[in-house]
């Protein structure tokens, strides 16, 4: 999980630069490229937290199910 989040964060990165450059040799507006580029960064980060949160609610579950049979 750690990894996707870092993977994610970067990829934007990457991406908002890309975008940037992109526009700077099209000559178009330079935010609407990093915009363009920085999309499915977005989506990405937005899976990764989805699945952080999956697995923390699988985990709690898990250690709920395990306490109540010790009981």
């Known amino acids: 999980m750690k990894y996707l989040m ?28 990093a915009t ?10 937005v899976y990764a937290v989805g699945v952080g949160v999956n697995d923390t609610i699988k985990q709690l579950k898990s250690q709920q199910q395990d306490a109540t049979k010790q009981i």
């Open 6 to 33: 870092f993977f994610a964060i970067i990829s934007f990165t990457l991406a908002l630069f890309a975008g940037f450059l992109v526009g700077d040799a099209t000559g178009s507006d330079r935010l609407g490229g």
């Open 36 to 45: 363009a580029a920085g999309i499915s960064a977005i989506l990405l980060l």
